[in-house]
Every structure is written in C-alpha cells, then in structure tokens.
C-alpha cells in the first residue's frame, strides 16, 4: 500500500495551495475508524461460533422406561405390612406405592420423571426358591428393567422335608437366573441376602418373650423357653444355615453377568421393633419394607450393569 501524503505546489509558485494538514488528519481518522469497523466486523464474523452451536440441546435421546417384575415369597408381597396377616402390595419394597416405602419402582419413577413404571409382583407368601423358578416363567417376555429376588427365609423355616442343602439351593437359584435370561435378556437382576432371622428373633425376644415363642421360623419359634444355651445354640444353627445360602447366592449371582448382588446389605441389616410387622413381629412392617427398599436401590444403583438400565 502507498504511503499517505498531501501534494504541495513547488515553492514560490502562484498554483492552488495544499490542502490544510488539520484536513488530512481528519479524512485519516474516518478511514480509519471503517477500516476498524470492517476488521471488528470480520473478526466478529469468525470468531462467533455457528447458529447451530448457540442453540440449546432439544433433549438427548435415551432408551425405554425400565419396568420391574418381583420374584420371591411373602416379604416381596408387604405380608403383614398393613395391619392384617395377609399380602400388603402397596408397601412393597420392590414394586410398591406406598409414599412411606419408596419402593424401587417409585424410584424409577422419580429417577425417569415419569408419572408410571410398568409392574409385575409375581412373588407369593410361603414360597421357597423352587417355587421361585416357577415365578421366574411368568417374568414378561422381553421386558427391560430390572427383575428383583428375595428369596430363602421359607427354605430356612419352613421347607417341607427340611431346608435343602447349600448346593441345592444355589441350583435352583441358578435355574432362575437362566430362566429371567431366556425370556428377558435386556432385563438385569438385582439378587438379595437372605434376611439375619437370628436378629430378628432377637430383637423380638427382647422386646416380648412371649410374642418371640410366635416367631414363624422353625427352629427358632419356641426356644425362647427353652435353656439360655439351648437358644443360642439354635439361632447359631440358622445362621449358619443362612451364611451358607448366601454364600451360594454370592457365587451364582457373581457367574451370571446380568445379576447383581446386594453384597449381603439385607443380611447385615440390623431390624429394630419398629420395622417389624405389629402383627406377627416376623415380617417387616411399612418402615422395615422402606428400609429394604432403600438397601437394595442403594446396591444396584452403585453396580453399572443395573444403573445403565435404571439410570436415564
């Protein structure tokens, strides 16, 4: 580019007299000041990112609300919860609507914004884990979600011919599994401990002999009466019992890579009066089925294999 300058006539001549310098200035300063505009304009130009950039996300895409279907016995169903010896749904601790609960389906709910999650409670008061495998055929073909088990406290208390054998038990445990991966391979299944009966015959005899004698676990209801030794030794047998099934829960669960494990939360969970039904003080009352709830969500949320599929 050529230099700025004014034009003067030689001196002495008589021609036109340059323009005044203040002049010049002036017209400088106006060009200028465009040429300014036009950089700040298309320095601007490149430096703004696209419309499309500035523009708010509409929304990510993500897959289907996860339904949940429950399997097991007379816990998963709110037995006793509601003030009556008889199956209580809506305080279930798995697919319950209780307020009070929290249930793992009203935590879905919150957890999608949505108003509704599809269930299915397929478990029954007395059931045993070969029933349980029955349950397990019911499981809706093809659904997404999570299907939850609680299972082993009748094998313990109540099977008849006896409770089955660790190795049996964790057989049909596996049978189930199988079956929840045959017909519903995008499900994931959130597996629990059996429950420290021992603790909670403890705490009820505490708070009531008389209402411990009543405690529907053979093998436990009833030695309250009998010698300080002779009880020990009876919950002892039960727990050992039950560390032995969930040791074979641990194993089976920890084989199939669509099975979570709760880790032992629901075993390890100390009961106080209060979660435990006023009815037969054996099973777990609207409070004890929140805490449930509560132990379980905890144990799949933190596992990725379920948080992918509870998780938005």
Sequence with gaps: MGRLAHSAGPPGSTGPASAPRGGSIVKLRSVLASVGLVLTVAVAGCTAPPESAQAPPTGVERGPVPAVAALGDSISVGFAACG????????????????????????LAA??????IEAVNLAEPGATVSDVVGQAR????????????????????????????AQEFATAVDDVLATVRDRAPEAVVVLGSVPDLGAVFTVVTDASPAVGSRVRCAGLSGSNGDAPGEVATAVQSVRQLIDA???????????????????????????VLEDLSEVDRFHPSAAGQARLAELMWDAAVADPRAADVLLP
């Design 138 to 165: 019911q499981v809706p073909e093809g659904m997404r979600g999570v299907v939850t088990v609680l299972v082993g406290a009748n094998d313990v208390c109540g099977a008849s011919g006896g409770p089955p054998g």
């Design 84 to 107: 009556s010896a008889a199956p209580c749904e809506a305080t279930s601790w798995s697919t319950g609507e209780a307020p009070l609960v929290d249930s793992l389906r009203t935590r």
């Design 245 to 271: 099934y969930n040791e074979a829960l641990r194993l089976v669960c920890d084989a199939d890579e669509a099975c979570v494990w709760d880790s032992g939360a629901v075993h390890d969970w100390q009961p």
């Design 111 to 116: 957890a999608w914004d949505v108003d509704e």
